[in-house]
């Protein structure tokens, strides 16, 4: 349960930065509101239910000779660096609904390379002095890297750095290595062996703690906004329930079911089924997609993904106002702008089963960077020329995409329509262009 040098700069380090801190009035009350936030009860109740799950863990890994007191500095360093960032990031996979993700990097993270040279190179450490001086140096140098690498115009930076970090882990690893093995009876230990293996076990047991707490949550937000969504409260309790039990733990059909609630908005036992009928019939659908035939249109889960590789994917296909089913895209950015940058969005239109129009939009708010814009308009609208209709670049008949001129050309049973809209008002000098292709009458 010894510390090592590294440990002992490290806590020495960041206990300096703490009180160095204290010293500003702002940070002292910022730390104030902190403490506040995890004092809420529900935050002291998840904590307290994963301090009981963790230590019946250890008790029972205790009972089978699998952990011992010499343990405990590991399996508290483990609860504060894994457990206190995976409830975190549990919160923001609630919303995202990124949760397969988000457990496939956990197990990842937890049996990957990297966690086996991190455990080796925290078995040895240099003299106290020596830590003391590193530590530092490393904390601001990973700080910059990470600054940079988020950002493009400090890219030089980033490549800069890189291989410095590179080589002082590449020192570490090298030296704890030679240390290791220059005593091997006593790395090849069941001490050693406890200590490399306990975080693994404790994560892996701590993951269905982490996918409980992910239900709990995801169901809670759902639920939370039906307040808001039925008007009937006998209703709205009667579509939690039905919800709990028609999904269980699938938090995708869920998410699904709630946005067609905020869309739809039930007000009678028979439009609240009709709600669950759609969202499990499309889930249905996009998992595996009925056929259509061409000169009906496109399947929506596969005209979808038209242009993907250009960074456009359209989202949940689903009912409308009326009738009419559409989907979107986010926006996607193109350059940067003062308050809007220039972007790209991608609609798909048509009935519940079948797509009957496409269309591409470019939406020029920085008209300084309307040339870079319109090249790229003219890109991934010959893509989608090409992967909804099978017209390769040579044979496309839009050969001025880029003009200003409103034009409509048939082919076919289709119509590509390729618009322009100069803004009478808002962005100076602003304008919008669409390529739209749609299944004639």
């Known amino acids: 349960m010894d510390f090592t040098n590294r440990e002992i700069a490290t806590y020495f380090w960041i206990g300096g930065f703490l009180l160095a801190s204290f010293w500003v009035k702002d940070v002292r009350r910022s730390f104030v509101q902190l403490i506040k936030a995890l004092a809420h009860p529900k935050i002291l109740a998840l904590l307290s239910l994963a301090a009981v799950y963790i230590s ?20 508290l360093l483990w609860a504060i660096s894994f457990v206190f960032v995976s409830i975190f990031e549990t919160l923001k996979v609630s919303r995202s609904g990124e949760e397969g993700r988000f457990l496939l990097k956990a197990a990842r993270d937890t049996f990957g390379i990297a966690g086996i040279m991190t455990f080796i190179v925290e078995m040895q450490s240099f003299s106290l002095p020596v830590e003391l001086a590193v530590v530092p140096v490393v904390a601001i140098l990973s700080i910059l890297h990470g600054f940079a690498e988020a950002d493009l115009k400090f890219e030089i930076v980033s490549k800069t750095l890189f291989p410095i970090l590179a080589a002082i882990g590449a020192w570490y690893f ?13 790395f090849v230990s069941l001490d050693t062996l406890r200590e490399f293996g306990i975080p693994i076990l404790l994560s892996l047991a701590f993951f269905p703690f982490l996918y409980a707490f992910l239900l709990v949550v995801t169901y809670e937000n759902a639920f939370a906004r039906l307040q808001w969504q039925i008007a009937d409260e006998k209703l709205g309790r009667r579509a939690k329930w039905e919800a709990f039990f028609r999904f269980g733990p699938r938090l995708y059909l869920l998410r699904k079911w709630s946005a ?32 259509v035939k061409p000169s009906e249109g496109w399947s929506p889960y596969r ?83 090409e992967t909804a209709l099978g017209l390769p670049a040579a044979e496309q008949p839009i050969l001025a995409l880029s003009s200003l001129e409103t034009q409509d050309i048939s082919i076919d049973i289709w119509t590509i329509h390729l618009g322009y809209d100069e803004w009478s008002g808002g962005i100076e000098d602003g304008f919008g262009r669409v390529l739209k292709i749609r299944l004639n009458d």
């Open 260 to 291: 067609n609630v905020a869309r739809s908005r039930p007000q009678s036992m028979g439009e609240l089924r009709r709600s669950f009928n759609e969202t499990v019939s499309s889930a249905k659908a996009e998992a595996s997609p009925p056929f």
């Open 174 to 186: 090298i030296y704890s290595v030679y240390i290791t093995f220059s005593d091997v009876p006593k």
């Open 303 to 385: 005209a979808r993904d038209f242009l993907k590789s250009a960074g456009l994917i359209a989202g949940d296909y689903h009912r409308g106002l009326e009738e009419d089913w559409w989907a979107s895209s986010p926006y996607l950015e193109l350059g940067d702008g003062p308050t809007l940058a220039n972007n790209l969005a991608y609609y798909l239109e048509g009935s519940e089963r079948v797509v009957t129009s496409l269309k591409l939009c470019l939406n020029v708010n920085v008209p300084t960077e309307r040339k870079v814009a319109e090249m790229r308009f003219v890109e991934v609208g010959r893509l989608l020329l």
């Open 56 to 75: 019946l863990w250890v008790v029972g890994l205790w009972s089978i000779g699998l952990w011992s007191y010499l343990n405990l500095k590991t399996t």
